[in-house]
Antibody
Framework: QVQLKESGPGLVKPSGTLSLTCTVS??????????WSWLRQPPGKGLEWIGY???????NYSPSLASRVSISLDTSKNQFSLNLTSVTSADTAIYYC?????????WGPGALVTVSS | EIVMTQSPATLSVSPGDRATLSCRAS??????LVWYQQKPGQAPRLLIF???TRATGVPPRFSGSGSGTEFNLTISSLQSEDFAVYYC??????????FGQGTRVDIK
């Protein structure tokens, strides 16, 4: 059974860095054919794709966030992580990690991150 | 960036009725269209990929159609558990993958 779960601080100060980790079970992040994505959803709003990482370490980011985002892989812990720098209140959202194959077929439950002083 | 536009924003339907949701892409995405269902407090659930292929475990009352720029999701006979928000997403041209703004299906 594939499962994903996000973890990290729920509160980040403006201009700080948002850091989240996704722990994956039931499948290796080192396995080809899968992309490992981060997405977000501001409260009461729609979904936004942030970016993904492939098992090889290749990444792809949304152009609107590319200057502030990085995604990395830790195969020894079967995890992948998100860093988003210089955050503002506009970055307050539920952050989801997900596996991307033909679509995002497995999702974590989501982690609410609030940007506030 | 490809813009995805869903209509209507809200669809009020009686249980047992048929519902048709629309999704339009700003340029052709061939058949590279995904539909998700999201219930309050939950992560989205993959329903349909490649415009018309049901994901594992999705009931046959859900069907997808379309290609190019125009797509539909049809729920043939709405059940109580189908009242939710539905999103379309293109996975043809990246970056980035883009989503529609969602259609809320609520009880009439």
């Amino acid at each position: 059974q594939v499962q994903l779960k996000e973890s990290g601080p729920g509160l980040v100060k403006p201009s700080g860095t948002l850091s989240l980790t996704c722990t994956v079970s039931g499948v290796s992040v080192n396995r080809g054919s899968f992309y490992w994505s981060w997405l977000r959803q501001p409260p009461g709003k729609g979904l936004e794709w942030i970016g993904y990482i492939y098992y090889s370490g290749t990444t792809n980011y949304s152009p609107s966030l590319a200057s502030r985002v990085s995604i990395s892989l830790d195969t020894s812990k079967n995890q992948f992580s998100l860093n988003l720098t210089s955050v503002t209140s506009a970055d307050t959202a539920i952050y989801y990690c997900a596996r991307d194959t033909v679509g995002h077929d497995y999702w974590g439950p989501g982690a609410l991150v609030t940007v506030s002083s | 960036e490809i813009v995805m536009t869903q209509s209507p924003a809200t669809l009020s339907v009686s249980p047992g009725d048929r519902a048709t949701l629309s999704c339009r892409a700003s340029q052709s995405i061939s058949g590279n269209l995904v539909w998700y269902q999201q219930k309050p407090g939950q992560a989205p659930r993959l329903l349909i990929f490649s415009a018309s292929t049901r994901a594992t475990g999705v009931p046959p009352r859900f069907s997808g159609s379309g290609s190019g720029t125009e797509f539909n999701l049809t729920i043939s006979s709405l059940q109580s558990e189908d009242f939710a928000v539905y999103y379309c997403q293109q996975n043809n041209n990246w970056p980035p993958w883009t989503f529609g703004q969602g259609t809320r299906v609520d009880i009439k």
